[in-house]
């Protein structure tokens, strides 16, 4: 392996990292509505389970509405028994085949909470990042105890490593604090 594999390697899973941070929170709820926020909620279909967007189309009404129009009319239980079910704590609200979902206001200790966890995904994707610098540095010492690399190219390459480490780690504060303001902002 060598040294720009080591490096492009580290620096697309970091990448992965923070793509998987950015759809955790994407799916942590502010007070406003949009429409992905109902993305990870599957509905049982024919025997098989799948996102509610192949089922029905999904659009919002106003910035605290969700419309959620179901294609096939007896879809419009299931689909409403889903987003009900949801972690999301949503009350759905059936008329015919079309589903209103009103996304209630959140209160103070809500926001809190749900601060609570934003700061928890954030932190366990500056985990991820750090042990893939950590696997990128055991790499490079496997490489220098097999005499592919010189202990020059280790050091300068684990610098490399460690200014991509804080580049993410960065961007991952960025991500966690924007979404903090987010929530808090009533």
Excluded: C, F
């Excluded at 594999?5 to 955790?24: D, F, I, N, Q």
């Excluded at 966690?176 to 902002?185: D, G, L, R, Y």
């Amino acid at each position: 392996m060598s040294l720009s594999e080591v490096r492009k390697s580290t620096e697309s899973r970091m990448v992965k990292s923070l793509e998987t941070l950015k759809v955790a929170l994407s799916k942590i709820r502010t007070g406003r509505a949009h429409a992905g926020i109902l993305d990870h909620i599957m509905v049982e279909y024919y025997g098989s389970p799948v996102p509610i967007s192949q089922v029905a189309n999904v659009n919002l009404v106003d910035a605290r509405t969700i419309n959620v129009q179901v294609w096939e009319k007896n879809m419009a239980g299931p689909v409403e028994k889903a987003i009900r079910d949801s972690d999301l704590g949503l009350n759905p609200i059936s008329m015919g085949d079309s589903i209103r979902v009103p996304m209630p206001a959140l209160t103070e200790e809500r926001r809190r909470d749900l601060a609570k966890v934003v700061r928890t995904e954030g932190e366990d994707s500056k985990i991820a990042v750090r042990n893939l610098r950590r696997d990128a540095n055991d790499t490079l010492k496997k490489l220098v105890k097999e005499k592919e690399i010189s202990e020059d190219d280790e050091r300068r390459m684990q610098d490399e490593v460690q200014k991509l480490t804080d580049k993410h780690v960065i961007e991952i504060d960025k991500l966690v604090a924007q979404k903090e303001a987010e929530i808090m902002t009533v």
